[in-house]
């Protein structure tokens, strides 16, 4: 199968959002990560912070994977509370998207488990944590005392919305198509590895 969509999962820290936006442009291809969220937002009337928190409270069961094949209802659905509305919401923009775009990049959002039927070149960027830290620090403004924490807090953010949403593990190499290390390769050489690989991928159909 054709993988012509890019997902990128990525550590807080490691790049993954500039190295998404880095493939984007070297494939005169749209990235998306955050426009999701804002997209989500804008159509059901609320401000992005709203629905940014609520991604935050994550739920605790695969009440979306049941609802999502199940086609469930528009009564049900009103009844989930908004932190149950999301992933549903931001699977469905990015659907639409994938229905009227051939390729594109997406950063983050359980891009490669939302799209899996579609095929996707799933990618996965992380890096050391002192690495992460310093970056956190001198690109993000982050306080140094303030970091590590911030860090940690973000990933497990990330991994707790995409392992219960996804019933993968966030940290699980073997489920990616190709794992780069950020801090090692630089954020320039991370897109064209995956530039590369991802055109030499799709030749072979």
Sequence with gaps: ???KIITIERQYGSGGS???KLTAEKLGIKCYNRQIL???AEKCGLAP???ETAEENVPTSFLYSLLMSANPSRSIEDNLPLSDKVFLMESRIINEIADIEDRFVLVGRCGSYVLEDRGCFSVFIYAPVENRIERAVKEYGIPQNKAESIMKKADKRRETFYNVNTG???HDKDQYS???NSSELGDELCAEIIVKAYNEYNKKF
């Design 18 to 20: 500039i190295i998404g």
């Design 168 to 170: 993968k593990l966030w």
């Design 49 to 51: 912070e709203s629905l």
């Design 1 to 3: 199968m054709n993988k």
């Design 178 to 180: 190709l794992c780069l």
């Design 38 to 40: 804002e997209m989500t």
